[in-house]
């Protein structure tokens, strides 16, 4: 049996791909998303993605940079939909590399955590690139918003390192695109190495998902 093709898997129900109905219902245009336009600009995404975090400052490679980044600002109907800080806040991670927090990777939104009381708090709108089915964010996305946060909170109270060991997501409502949504985590018990923790997307205060998951401190 040969591979599912990418019309199957792009579509909600495996039959067809998303129709400018569904985009006009997410309130987005039909994107240019199969134009050679589109695709090497997201290729070009990819490979500064990976030189953002890899290499080291290059002169001549900013300035070029700098003037395409210009250039696709004023091609945008639409441009960045994220607003964050500036300067961005710092994760509390030494290099904060992160396809979620980090304002230096462009896969991230990217988010900024803070600290209320005993919870990790994120309040993010995310945009069409962010999108599973149609007018939804991606339920994948969804949990690595979850795990960021989640993690954040295993970490805030001085607790030494620790990596997710199990994370279980419910999704009970989509999560909508191009709307505020707030992701909460908080520590719900401590036994020895071990942090059960849990948290939710909220949506106007209502849990679009929900997650409980398991760090554990290494050796
Ligand atoms: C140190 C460095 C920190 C770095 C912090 C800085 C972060 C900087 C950027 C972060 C950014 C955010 C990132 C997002 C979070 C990721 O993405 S983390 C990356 C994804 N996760 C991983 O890579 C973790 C992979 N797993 C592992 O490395 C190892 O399994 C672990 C987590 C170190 C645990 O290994 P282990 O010590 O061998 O643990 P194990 O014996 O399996 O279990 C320990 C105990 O828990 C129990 N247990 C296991 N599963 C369960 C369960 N489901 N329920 C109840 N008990 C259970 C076991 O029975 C065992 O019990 P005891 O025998 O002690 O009584």
Same mark, same amino acid.
Do not use: C
């Given at each position: 049996m040969g591979q599912p093709s990418p019309v199957a898997q792009?579509?909600?129900?495996?039959?067809?791909s998303p129709t400018e109905q569904d985009h006009a219902a997410a309130g987005h245009a039909e994107p240019?998303?199969?134009?050679?336009?589109?695709?090497?600009?997201?290729? !070009?995404?990819?490979? $500064?993605?990976? /030189?953002?975090? %890899?290499?080291?400052?290059?002169?001549?490679?900013?300035?070029?940079?700098?003037?395409?980044?210009?250039?696709?600002?004023?091609a945008s109907e639409a441009p960045a939909?994220?607003?964050v800080d500036d300067p961005?806040?710092?994760?509390?991670?030494?290099?904060?590399?992160?396809p979620i927090t980090s304002a230096v990777n462009p896969l991230a939104p990217p988010m900024a955590i803070r600290r209320e009381g005993d919870e990790s708090v994120s309040d993010v709108a995310l945009p069409l690139q962010y999108q599973g089915p149609p007018a939804r964010?991606?339920?994948?996305?969804?949990?690595?918003? !979850?795990?960021?946060? $989640?993690?954040? /909170?295993?970490? %805030?109270?001085?607790?030494?390192?620790?990596?997710?060991?199990?994370?279980?997501?419910?999704?009970?409502?989509a999560t909508p695109l191009d709307r505020p949504v707030q992701v909460v985590g908080r520590i719900d018990r401590v036994?020895?190495?071990?942090?059960?923790?849990?948290?939710?997307?909220?949506?106007?205060?209502?849990?679009?998902?929900?997650?409980?998951?398991?760090?554990?401190?290494?050796?």
């Open positions: 792009d579509s909600p129900t495996g039959q067809d240019a998303a199969r134009s050679p336009y589109a695709e090497h600009t997201a290729r !070009l995404t990819r490979s $500064l993605a990976h /030189a953002l975090v %890899s290499e080291n400052d290059d002169a001549e490679l900013a300035e070029t940079v700098r003037a395409l980044a210009t250039r696709l600002l004023d939909a994220v607003t961005h806040p710092r994760s509390g991670f030494r290099r904060d590399i992160t964010v991606h339920g994948g996305i969804v949990a690595l918003m !979850l795990d960021q946060v $989640l993690g954040n /909170a295993a970490h %805030s109270t001085g607790l030494p390192g620790a990596y997710t060991r199990e994370l279980t997501i419910t999704y009970d409502a036994e020895g190495r071990k942090r059960f923790m849990s948290g939710e997307v909220l949506v106007d205060g209502a849990p679009s998902a929900r997650a409980h998951g398991l760090w554990i401190s290494p050796r």
